[in-house]
């Protein structure tokens, strides 16, 4: 497994989530990150992304409200997900791009319901 997600699971609307994404690739420092989402009955969409040098980028509906950051000694990615709402429902993906090389990790759910 090249990318492996975690932090998924059901919180209530408002409330927060922290996903991770860990890899053994060794370009990790050197790769542009990006988390996925994938709602049920939706096409998968780009929700936010961070760069070697550390330049994020979000979805409008998520800005003010999720952050990315990285970790490069850890090889590790991260995403803080405050006020969820019932929109954030989805699998979430982490995406590593490298040149021409990308690799998908396998997901993990979010489930936002009271």
């Known amino acids: 497994v090249q990318l492996q997600a975690f932090g998924g699971g059901l919180v209530q609307p408002g409330g927060s989530l922290r996903l991770s994404c860990a890899t053994p690739?060794?370009?990790?420092?050197?790769?542009?990150m990006r988390w996925y989402r994938q709602a049920p009955g939706k096409e998968r969409e780009l929700v936010a992304s961070?760069?070697?040098?550390?330049?994020?980028n979000y979805l409008d509906s998520v800005k003010g409200r999720f952050s990315v950051s990285r970790d490069n000694a850890g090889k590790t990615v991260y995403m803080q997900m405050n006020s969820l709402t019932s929109d954030d429902t989805a699998v979430y993906y982490c995406?590593?791009?490298?040149?021409?090389?990308?690799?998908w990790g396998q997901g993990t759910l979010v489930t936002v319901s009271s």
């Open positions: 690739i060794k370009v990790f420092r050197l790769a542009l």
């Open positions: 995406n590593l791009r490298f040149g021409s090389t990308e690799y």
């Open positions: 961070i760069t070697d040098g550390g330049t994020t």
